[in-house]
Every structure is written in structure tokens, then in C-alpha cells.
């Protein structure tokens, strides 16, 4: 089974400060990873994305996530926070166990981001 | 590309009355996913499809839920009888599988059961 945890329901931030949206997984074999960020009255939006190689996986609008394996987790960060980063933001897994035609992804509950201007 | 398309974008109805929702995925995924979102649960994947077959069906709530995908180009989600307890955003999504790996999200059908 697969399964994520966002511990934080609420995240507030002050605009030019570094953000940090905490995600932690459980999985059975290799995680494909992902993040995602859903603004008021619309669909999720592609963030960015681990699937292999460096740990240090960059995306959209500034944002970056680091896979760490041994405390299996992929936080979510940004060096400089904008009050346009407001938003809800998922973290999601795809247990990779080998046995293609598994596309589920398992979606965390989700972090609501303020930034304050 | 106009990514995934969903209509209606809001939909109105009274408790009984079937529902149908419908989706266009991103042209050349063979994976499509139908989601709903509430407060009190989160983001549920309701069933999802690969190469129009049906995969995974065990997150539909109910008898009353019921999916088809007829071609690669659309899919529907049907509610029948409604309740007011299905009031939710419901998301169409789609992927390329093993090629691209992450979903692309349609703008979501706002239902609201009376």
C-alpha cells in the first residue's frame, strides 16, 4: 500500500521569506513522487516531479523538492515567497513495485499556503 | 493543447435526478482518472481507465456511481439517483503512463445536489 502524510494543514509565510510545505511517504518498493498546487476554483496544477537521479528536483514558478530516502520525505520549498504562491498544495506517490499498470496516485490531504504580504 | 476538458462546470440539481458528467482527455494519454474532492474527505480517486478499459473501480462510493469510456477522446461519470451527499467537485485527469508519469487535471465539475 502507498500512502502520504502532510502533517501541516496551514502554512503561513511571510512574503520574501523561504517556504517549506512538508510531505512524507510510505511505499512498498520505489516512490515516484510529485507535487501539485491547486488555486481557488480550479483543478490541481503540475508542480514538479522525482521519479530518478538527482535528488534535487526543480519546477514551476520557482519551487524545488529534495527526495531523501532515508527519512522518506519530499518537502516542498522556495527560496523567496510571493503572496502569488497562496494556494492548496499536494504531495502525491506512485509505488513503482514493478508491476506496470499501476497509475494510482495516492494524494496527501493537502497544505493551505498563506503568504503574507 | 487545450488540456482536459470537463463540462458542465457547475452543475445544479435536485436530490434524485441523475447526473452525468463528462470529460475530454489530453489527446494521446491512455490513462484517464475521475476524482472527487470535499472538505471533509480530501481528494478520493473515484476509478480510473487505461485504454478505455476500466482498471480500478474499488474507490466509486456506490451502486449509483457508474463510469464509461467508449473512446479514447471521452468519459463519462453518471450519477443516478443523486443524493446531496455527492455535492462535490469531481475532476477528470489523464496521463501518458509510462511516458510522462504525472496527471494533468481538468477545471473540475462543481455539483451541488439539492
Known amino acids: 500500500a502507498q500512502s502520504v502524510a502532510q502533517p501541516e494543514d496551514q502554512v503561513n509565510v511571510a512574503e520574501g521569506n523561504p517556504l517549506t510545505v512538508k510531505c512524507t511517504y510510505s511505499v512498498s518498493g520505489n516512490p515516484y513522487l510529485f507535487w501539485y498546487v491547486q488555486y481557488p476554483n480550479r483543478g490541481l496544477q503540475f508542480l514538479l516531479k522525482y521519479i530518478t537521479g538527482d535528488n534535487l528536483v526543480k519546477g514551476s514558478y520557482g519551487f524545488e523538492a529534495e527526495f531523501n530516502k532515508s527519512q522518506t520525505s519530499f518537502h516542498l520549498k522556495k527560496p523567496s515567497a510571493l503572496v502569488s504562491d497562496s494556494a492548496l498544495y499536494f504531495c502525491a506517490v506512485r509505488d513503482i513495485r514493478g508491476d506496470f499498470g499501476n497509475e494510482k496516485l495516492t494524494f496527501g490531504t493537502g497544505t493551505r499556503l498563506t503568504i503574507i504580504p | 493543447d487545450a488540456g482536459v476538458i470537463q463540462s458542465p462546470r457547475h452543475e445544479v440539481t435536485e436530490m434524485g435526478q441523475e447526473v452525468t458528467l463528462r470529460c475530454k482527455p489530453i489527446s494521446g494519454h491512455d490513462y484517464l482518472f475521475w476524482y472527487r474532492q470535499t472538505m471533509m474527505r480530501g481528494l478520493e480517486l473515484l476509478i480510473y481507465?487505461?485504454?478505455?478499459?476500466?482498471?480500478?473501480d474499488s474507490g466509486m462510493p456506490e451502486d449509483r456511481f457508474s463510469a464509461k469510456m467508449p473512446n479514447a477522446s471521452f468519459s463519462t461519470l453518471k450519477i443516478q439517483p443523486s443524493e446531496p451527499r455527492d455535492s462535490a467537485v469531481y475532476f477528470c485527469?489523464?496521463?501518458?503512463?509510462?511516458?510522462?508519469?504525472?496527471?494533468?487535471f481538468g477545471p473540475g465539475t462543481r455539483l451541488t445536489v439539492t
Open positions: 485527469a489523464s496521463t501518458s503512463g509510462r511516458t510522462s508519469y504525472e496527471q494533468y
Open positions: 481507465f487505461n485504454n478505455n478499459v476500466p482498471i480500478d
